[in-house]
């Protein structure tokens, strides 16, 4: 008795002390949520985010300046891809070492600084985590490189060429290209699911599982909350290698198509969630997969049974439908409701052209922008922002391939262009580069600048980011936006995409008029329902008692009394 009484004063004065040790041990409340279901996160490109040297690259520090930004905002969690030692052959995708920065983006002193500062501005750090494959560069693939007896030959995936010196099978590389580059001094193909400078791991290897988990520990260690998990679909083969069945047609880059039978999304990938999972647990961390699910049982397998695997596996449905459909929409809402696990919400990201492109018709781009943001930030479920969405930032794709950088678009051109466009520097002001650097950026910033950038955007209430702002903040203050049900209504309707969500007795109306005429829905809402208070609306969205008047691709979220 007396023990757990001095257990008890000593956790709160570590409370009292520590607020922040508090609140990370404290995480889950009252109704079991945990901190990440509540969390708005924001993805960030850290080449294109801010560059405190002014080198034309963003950096560590760069990012540490922006927290408060990113604070006020309303992101809680920020998710940097790739900032690992690399040769850059992917932007950071091919890692050279695990445990350190690359000196273009600072040091592991300034990382430590990053995650103070995030921490007195409630800003979570979240690391990219490349698990399928390093760089060819790293020192276990130059080490298993070196010979045949290595004591890292099989911390990869080599193979035994085919008579006549083939390759071991038919797959293909996402990037182009046969799966397999030979190595002339051992004699041997390695198999590279991505680039040949991405040798993938042999995850069927314990001594390979053993250090990527204790790479883990050690970030975890300095601070980081969680890990986005680069490429799991593509963690193991098929150990008989046999070859894919090939389709009609050829790729963007020419090769024969093949489904990717034998190559993505074997068993294996679940066990090693799992465990992984099992150690983020230890660290009251989230797992956020790169999960390229055709289904939602698929989707289902990586949150897995009693969401033992990924608390975020990233359903990217949304990213997949391109134009206003609210009927698709709500089928892919439904959907994701249904799978047993908490939905997370991705419009855009490093990877897709963005979400201003994708959705806006070139005349109402920017009332699509704040329509998008006020649908996806009031579903239930956790959402992940890719840097500059607030601001309206469009693509600005090269128009030469001269100007490419992304190797998948100089291979590609002009049928794939690559993903320079999506990746450009953040806009911070009016002035030359977007206010990202005064030394030429890495890559150019579109003209679109003048207008859509953080400060001019700043000053004035009906700008993209000033709507971002408000439904950001109505949605950490409304616990009926955080925890309550989503019901769709009016499901029939082809213009207007609206729902409830309803949480102890409480709802909230979201009405997005998803057509370019203007609309008068009425709902069927609750029996007693006889006003809507507006909680944040577009110009020219408004209600009269239960009627709501939503003009061409209008906003109005109102709670429902
Ligand atoms: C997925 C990442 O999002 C992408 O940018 C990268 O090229 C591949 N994985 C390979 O790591």
């Not at 797992?287 to 695997?309: A, F, P, V």
């Not at 979400?355 to 009332?367: L, T, V």
């Not at 030469?400 to 911070?428: A, C, F, L, N, S």
């Not at 609309?519 to 006889?530: E, H, I, R, V």
């Amino acid at each position: 008795m007396r023990k757990n009484l001095y257990v008890a004063l000593l956790l709160s004065l570590v409370a009292i002390t520590c607020p922040f040790i508090s609140a990370q041990k404290n995480s889950v409340d009252a109704e079991g949520h945990e901190w990440w279901q509540h969390a708005v996160f924001y993805e960030l490109y850290p080449r294109s985010f801010a560059d405190s040297n002014n080198d034309g690259v963003g950096d560590l520090n760069g990012i540490t300046s922006k927290m408060k930004y990113l604070h006020e905002l309303g992101v809680d969690a920020i998710w940097i891809t790739p900032c690992y030692p690399s040769p850059q052959v992917d932007f950071g995708y091919d890692v050279a070492d695990y445990e350190n920065i690359d000196p273009m983006y600072g040091t592991l002193a300034d990382f430590d600084h990053m995650v103070a500062e995030g921490k007195k501005q409630n800003v979570r750090i979240i690391l990219d985590y490349v698990i399928n494959h390093t760089s060819d560069q790293h020192k276990w693939f130059l080490a298993s490189k070196s010979s045949k007896t290595s004591a890292y030959r099989n911390w990869y995936v080599w193979h035994d060429p085919k008579p006549g010196n083939q390759p071991p099978n038919n797959w293909i590389s996402e990037f182009g290209g046969s799966a397999w580059k030979f190595d002339p001094a051992t004699g041997q193909y390695y198999y590279h699911y991505f680039y040949a400078e991405q040798p993938d791991l042999n995850w069927n290897n314990p001594a390979v599982e053993k250090a990527m988990f204790d790479v883990t520990r050690w970030w975890y260690k300095r601070g980081v909350s969680g890990f986005r998990l680069d490429a799991v679909d593509t963690l193991f083969e098929d150990p008989d290698l046999r070859d894919n069945p090939v389709q009609p047609g050829t790729t963007k880059f020419g090769d024969p198509n093949t489904e990717h039978k034998y190559n993505q999304k074997l068993p294996g990938v679940h066990e090693v969630l799992q465990n992984l999972r099992r150690v983020a647990d230890e660290h009251n961390a989230v797992l956020i997969g790169e999960t390229w699910t055709k289904n939602i049982d698929e989707l289902k397998e990586y949150y897995g049974g009693k969401n033992k695997e990924l608390q975020m596996p990233m359903d990217f449905m949304f990213t997949r439908v391109d134009k206003l459909d609210p009927a698709e929409f709500r089928r892919q809402i439904a959907a994701a409701d249904s799978s047993g696990g908490w939905p997370t919400y991705v419009i855009s990201n490093h990877d897709i052209p963005r979400s201003y492109n994708r959705y806006g018709d070139g005349a109402h781009n920017d009332d699509i922008a704040k329509l998008m943001g006020a649908f996806y930030l009031t579903l239930r479920g956790t959402p992940i922002m890719y840097y500059g969405e607030e601001i309206g930032m469009e693509n600005n794709d090269p128009k030469r391939k001269e100007d490419v950088k992304d190797p998948e678009g100089r291979t590609g051109w002009p049928k794939e262009i690559g993903r320079d466009g999506e990746r450009t520097p953040m806009q911070w002001s009016d002035a030359a580069n977007g206010g990202f650097s005064t030394h030429q950026p890495w890559l150019p910033v579109p003209a679109s600048t003048k207008t859509h950038n953080v400060a001019t955007e700043s000053k004035d209430p009906n700008s993209v980011l000033e709507f971002y702002r408000k439904v950001l903040a109505l949605r950490h203050s409304s616990p009926v936006l955080l925890d309550g049900n989503y019901t769709p209504l009016n499901e029939d309707d082809a213009n207007v995409m609206s729902y409830l969500r309803t949480y102890k007795g409480k709802s909230v109306l979201v009405a997005l008029n998803m057509s370019t005429s203007p609309q008068k829905p009425t709902f069927k809402l609750p029996n007693s329902a006889s006003n809507l208070k507006s909680l944040a609306a577009t110009p020219g969205a408004s209600s009269t008692g239960t009627e709501v008047s939503l003009p061409a691709l209008g906003v109005f979220i109102a709670e429902v009394q």
